[in-house]
């Protein structure tokens, strides 16, 4: 892990300015205000890399609630559909 991913992962709401101002303190004669575009896509990709992640394992941890909850989402859309069939 990089220490930018660090910093995002222990701070997720970072903006890509303020990781490029925090990179210009460390280290001001390699980074500049010209750079921001390049960090910007360094923390999408980063937000990226972290969102399938979460998918990949955030979907496994949540099978066992959704197979829990079918019924009541099947129960929910025969509601619905009958209401739809209310004329006013």
Known sequence: MTEIEAWLLAEPHLSAAEVLARLT???????TSNQLRTVQRLVRTSRRKAALQFLDNGVAALAPMTSALLPFVHASRSVAAVA?????
């Not at 303190?25 to 980074?31: G, H, N, Q, S």
Request: net charge positive.
């Open 25 to 31: 303190a460390k280290a001001p004669a390699t980074f």
């Open 84 to 88: 739809g069939n209310i004329v006013p």
